[in-house]
C-alpha cells in the first residue's frame, strides 16, 4: 500500500518525471482562456443585448441570426470551423493584398472562438435582465436630463446586474467546461495535459481523477467570487424569506 501511495504521489509531484506541474499550467490556462472568454462574451454580449432593444429592426433581425446559429451547433463545430476557415480566409486575404501568410496562435485562437460563442449566449442573458429592469426607472433618468452613457452606468448597469448574475456565472461555469474543446487546435490546457500524462504513464484514472479534482477547485473558488459579487450587487435589496 505504502509503495502504491509513493507512485502516486511521484505521477503526481510537480517536479520532473511528475506530470503535476503539467496539470497545474493546464488548470492555469484552462481559467486564463476562460477568463479572456467570458470578457470578450461579455462584451458582445453587452452590444448584442442592447442592439436587440434599440429598435433598430435591420440591427435586431442580424443578431437574431448570430444568437440563434451560434446557439444551434455544437460549440466543437464552430470551434474547428472558426478556427481552420477562419485561418484560412484570413490568408488567403493577406495572400490577395501580396501579404505572407500569418500561424494563428492557438491561445489566441481559443480566446477569439469561445469569446464569440459566449457572446451569442451573453446577449440573451442580458437582454431578459435589461428587460426585467422597470421601465419607470429609465424614464425617470432620462426626466433628469442623463444621456445614454450615464443612464447606462448609473441607472441600467446596476439595475441590471442582480437579474442578470445567475445567468452569468452559468456561463462561467460553461466556459471552463468548454475550454477543454480547444484541445482540437492543438493548444495544450487541462483536459489534453491529463489525456497527455494519461497516454505517457498508462495511469489514466490517476490523471483523469486529478484533473477532476482540479475542475472542482475551479468551480468551488468560482461559486465562492460570484456569490461575493451577487452579495455586492444586491445590498440594500430585501431578502427572500
Same mark, same amino acid.
Given at each position: 500500500?505504502?509503495?502504491?501511495q509513493?507512485?502516486?504521489?511521484?505521477?503526481?509531484?510537480?517536479?520532473?518525471?511528475?506530470?503535476?506541474?503539467?496539470?497545474?499550467? !493546464?488548470?492555469?490556462?484552462?481559467?486564463?482562456i476562460?477568463?479572456?472568454?467570458?470578457?470578450?462574451?461579455?462584451?458582445?454580449?453587452?452590444?448584442?443585448?442592447? !442592439?436587440?432593444?434599440?429598435?433598430?429592426?435591420a440591427?435586431?433581425?442580424?443578431?437574431?441570426?448570430?444568437?440563434?446559429?451560434?446557439?444551434?451547433?455544437?460549440?466543437?463545430?464552430?470551434?474547428?470551423?472558426? %478556427? %481552420?476557415?477562419?485561418?484560412?480566409?484570413?490568408?488567403?486575404?493577406l495572400? /490577395?493584398?501580396?501579404?505572407?501568410?500569418?500561424?494563428?496562435? !492557438?491561445?489566441?485562437?481559443?480566446?477569439?472562438?469561445?469569446?464569440?460563442?459566449?457572446?451569442?449566449?451573453?446577449?440573451?442573458?442580458?437582454?431578459? /435582465?435589461?428587460?426585467?429592469?422597470?421601465?419607470?426607472?429609465?424614464?425617470?433618468?432620462?426626466?433628469?436630463?442623463? !444621456?445614454?452613457?450615464?443612464?447606462?452606468?448609473?441607472?441600467?448597469?446596476?439595475?441590471?446586474?442582480?437579474?442578470?448574475?445567475?445567468?452569468?456565472?452559468?456561463?462561467?461555469?460553461?466556459?471552463?467546461?468548454?475550454?477543454?474543446?480547444?484541445?482540437?487546435v492543438? %493548444?495544450?490546457?487541462?483536459?489534453?495535459?491529463?489525456?497527455?500524462?494519461?497516454?505517457?504513464?498508462?495511469? %489514466?484514472?490517476?490523471?483523469?481523477?486529478?484533473?477532476?479534482?482540479?475542475?472542482?477547485?475551479?468551480?468551488?473558488?468560482?461559486?465562492? /467570487?460570484?456569490?461575493?459579487?451577487?452579495?455586492?450587487?444586491?445590498?440594500?435589496?430585501?431578502?427572500?424569506?
Open positions: 500500500m505504502a509503495t502504491a509513493q507512485g502516486i504521489l511521484e505521477l503526481l509531484s510537480p517536479y520532473p518525471p511528475g506530470w503535476g506541474g503539467v496539470l497545474l499550467t !493546464g488548470a492555469v490556462s484552462t481559467v486564463a476562460s477568463a479572456c472568454a467570458f470578457a470578450i462574451g461579455l462584451l458582445l454580449g453587452t452590444a448584442g443585448a442592447l !442592439g436587440k432593444l434599440s429598435g433598430n429592426r440591427l435586431r433581425l442580424l443578431l437574431d441570426l448570430y444568437t440563434t446559429l451560434i446557439r444551434a451547433v455544437p460549440e466543437l463545430i464552430l470551434i474547428v470551423g472558426l %478556427y %481552420y476557415a477562419g485561418t484560412d480566409g484570413l490568408n488567403r486575404l495572400a /490577395a493584398l501580396d501579404l505572407p501568410p500569418i500561424d494563428v496562435n !492557438g491561445f489566441v485562437a481559443a480566446i477569439a472562438v469561445l469569446g464569440f460563442v459566449q457572446g451569442a449566449y451573453m446577449t440573451e442573458v442580458l437582454r431578459g /435582465a435589461i428587460l426585467a429592469v422597470p421601465v419607470g426607472q429609465i424614464e425617470a433618468a432620462k426626466a433628469f436630463g442623463m !444621456g445614454p452613457m450615464l443612464r447606462f452606468r448609473r441607472v441600467l448597469l446596476p439595475a441590471l446586474l442582480p437579474n442578470a448574475l445567475p445567468g452569468l456565472a452559468n456561463l462561467w461555469m460553461s466556459v471552463t467546461k468548454d475550454s477543454a474543446l480547444v484541445a482540437v492543438g %493548444y495544450q490546457e487541462l483536459a489534453l495535459a491529463t489525456r497527455l500524462a494519461g497516454a505517457s504513464t498508462k495511469h %489514466y484514472f490517476v490523471f483523469f481523477l486529478a484533473s477532476a479534482l482540479l475542475y472542482l477547485v475551479i468551480t468551488l473558488v468560482s461559486n465562492v /467570487a460570484f456569490k461575493l459579487i451577487e452579495g455586492r450587487v444586491r445590498r440594500g435589496q430585501p431578502r427572500l424569506a
